[in-house]
């Protein structure tokens, strides 16, 4: 669904997840892991790689990206490298993610910070299955 993986054998997606269309998943260098029941909205963008702006080369920094089961990217997301999103957090649409998000938490903006706490007891199961047209 017009979702790109770079180097996708750099990457883990757990059951029952969703990778909705115009993502991009960033694993040239280090991991994206992607738990159970993760719900990722249209052209999220997960980056690993970044460019150093104190390097005089203009070289790359990077880390490993996690995401914990139930976690909820909504639509245009950016998360940046290094970032986990914790369990049943939510990234509301157009954030930029570039801190770690607590379980539960929701943030919002750019850079994201935390509106609220999700009240929600993470029993659910996603069973979406998609039109491919």
Not at 58 to 76: D, F, P, Q, T, Y
Request: aromatic share 8%; charged share 20%.
């Amino acid at each position: 669904m017009h979702t790109r993986i770079l180097n996708f054998w750099n990457i883990k997606i757990g059951a029952h997840s969703i990778i909705n269309q115009y993502v991009v998943l960033d694993c040239r260098r280090y991991s994206i892991v992607i738990e159970n029941n993760v719900d990722i909205g249209p052209y999220t963008r997960i980056w690993t790689l970044a460019h150093d702006p104190n390097d005089d080369e203009h070289g790359v920094k990077g880390k490993e990206v996690l995401i914990r089961h139930h976690a909820w990217i909504a639509s245009g997301v950016t998360v940046m490298p290094g970032v986990t999103i914790n369990e049943g957090a939510v990234a509301a649409a157009g954030a930029v993610v570039t801190r770690d998000v607590q379980a539960l938490e929701i943030v919002a903006g750019t850079p994201a910070k935390r509106i609220a706490m999700r009240n929600n007891s993470l029993s659910y199961k996603i069973n979406y299955t998609p039109i491919f047209e």
